[in-house]
């Protein structure tokens, strides 16, 4: 079960300066994908995390990816997507520990309090969609189909410690 990140943990974006994670959500909430470039169940997820994302584009929240290896695996892994939502890059992985995530993929909500509102481990359909149930609630958004023709089977995911 994920928890709240320390305060002092700073996220490293692929453009700009890193930051506390506090920082990213004085004002906007945190919806982020979390991926390893070294499995290939991360690779599974892109396309439909990025779908997800998408719906958010216009939302009052901050949507990322957040890639568990440096700058240039992150834009190896994701490719033209590394430029299309915000990604943060975790090398060390000690955002993914902070949060106490178990397995990866793993979507999260994180609110203005650092608190996890919602997260979503490995490729659960019904997990992913819970958290983006409660996120488009507190966004007052509408929600994405979740899962939808062409996604994936499910799968628990890889271990997050790698």
Do not use: C
């Amino acid at each position: 079960m994920a928890t709240a990140p320390p305060p002092e943990i700073e996220l490293d974006p692929l453009q700009g300066d890193p930051r506390p994670v506090g920082d990213w959500v004085t004002t906007f909430h945190l919806a982020v994908v979390v991926l390893d470039p070294f499995t290939h169940e991360s690779s599974w997820i892109i396309d439909t995390a990025a779908r997800v994302l998408s719906a958010y584009n216009a939302a009052d929240v901050r949507t990322a990816w957040l890639v568990t290896g440096t700058d240039d695996q992150a834009r190896d892994f994701l490719g033209p997507m590394a430029d299309e939502f915000l990604t943060f890059t975790d090398p060390d992985r000690a955002f993914v520990k902070g949060l106490e995530l178990e397995h990866l993929p793993a979507f999260v909500h994180i609110d203005h309090a650092l608190n996890v509102v919602g997260a979503a481990e490995g490729w659960n359909p019904p997990e992913w969609r819970s958290v983006a149930d409660e996120l488009s609630k507190q966004m007052s958004w509408s929600r994405p189909a979740i899962p939808e023709a062409g996604d994936p089977p499910p799968y628990p995911g890889t271990a997050a410690n790698g």
